[in-house]
Structures are given as C-alpha cells and as structure tokens.
C-alpha cells in the first residue's frame, strides 16, 4: 500500500519537474526513488533513527543505522501520515523529503545492473549471472557479497548490506573491469 502512494507522488514530481522526458526515464528517475535505500537515505537524513524503540542490544549492535530498519520505519511514519490525515499529509512530507533526492542529477539514473546488463547485450553475449558468494553478520545486519559475471568472462565481487545492494556493488565492478579492457 505504502509503495503505491510513495510511487504514485513520486510520479507526479516527476512528471511536473522533467515534462519532457519519456517514459523509460522516468520509469528510471521512479525507480531509484522509490526504492529502499532511498527510504533509508530518507529516514537517516529526518533522524527516524532516534526514534526507533528497541532493544539496548539492538540499539547496541547499530540497530539504529541499519538501512533495511531505518526503510521500513520511514514506510511506517508514511503510512501513518496517510491513515490520520489522508493524502494531502502523506503527499506534503514525500515532496518535502524527496525533493532533495530528486533534484540530484539532471539525467536519469542509470544503475550498474542495468548499465551491464546493457553493455552484455550489446555484445550480444547472455545476460549477467549473479550468485551469492557469501554471507555474514547477524540477521538483523547481514552483510553480502555477490558474485557476478556474463558468459565465460571474468569474474567480479561486490558487498553490501542487502542482495540488492551487493548485486550493484559487482555489478559497478565488472563493468570497470571490462570498459578498462577496452
């Protein structure tokens, strides 16, 4: 439910601040907004963290500062702006806390799992596989790496503290491993 009202307001920044652009932009520009990290980035930046009742163990093992928390804590304050003062409150604090984010670059985003997985088909090669290589830390703060590479080609890691997050992480590394090879 969350998601569609922060991508329905979202679509609609989008729409009055790039008029112009079509839709596999924007589509791109919604994406890397409404996404998780992007949540975390927000709730971070209003001090959500603070705020969290947890545990002293919790609280003590960065509980505060863990984006998968500080995400669904900023989808929660969202929702509840929405159920106890309708569309207009939950609209008023999405435009408030993702102008910033928004505004960062005037060209759409491209991610580095796109951006790969464009540069592979281009080559006309298989799309990117990506395994999980490792995994470590408690559950409430794991820490990834992923493994990713395209046909027989190399082979590159990347870590992060979610799958996702990890894959992007490889991915950026392939790619400026097979762009310095020419």
Same mark, same amino acid.
């Given at each position: ?30 994406? =890397?907004? +409404?996404?998780?990290?992007?949540? &975390? ?5 209003? %001090? @959500? *963290? $603070? ?19 500080? =995400?669904? +804590?900023?989808?929660?304050?969202? &929702? ?5 003062? %309708? @569309? *207009? $409150? ?93």
């Amino acid at each position: 439910m969350v998601d569609r009202l922060l991508s329905l307001v979202v679509a609609e920044m989008l729409f009055e601040r790039f008029p112009e652009e079509n839709e596999g932009k924007l589509a791109r520009r919604s994406a =890397a907004l +409404v996404r998780r990290e992007t949540l &975390a980035e927000v709730a971070a930046g209003v %001090g @959500l *963290g $603070a705020h969290i009742v947890m545990s002293n163990g919790e609280a003590e093992s960065g509980g505060r500062e863990n984006p998968s928390l500080l =995400a669904d +804590v900023c989808e929660s304050v969202i &929702a509840a702006l929405y159920l106890d003062g %309708g @569309l *207009g $409150a939950a609209e008023d604090f999405i435009r408030r806390h993702w102008q910033r984010p928004m505004e960062r670059s005037d060209k759409p985003p491209l991610d580095s799992k796109t951006a790969l997985q464009e540069w592979a088909q281009g080559r006309g090669m298989p799309l990117p596989s990506y395994r999980i290589a490792n995994r470590e830390g408690p559950d409430h703060a794991p820490t990834f790496t992923i493994a990713v590479s395209v046909a027989d080609g190399p082979e590159a890691t990347g870590r992060g503290s979610t799958r996702r997050a990890a894959e992007q992480s490889a991915a950026g590394a392939l790619l400026k491993m097979v762009q310095a090879d020419g």
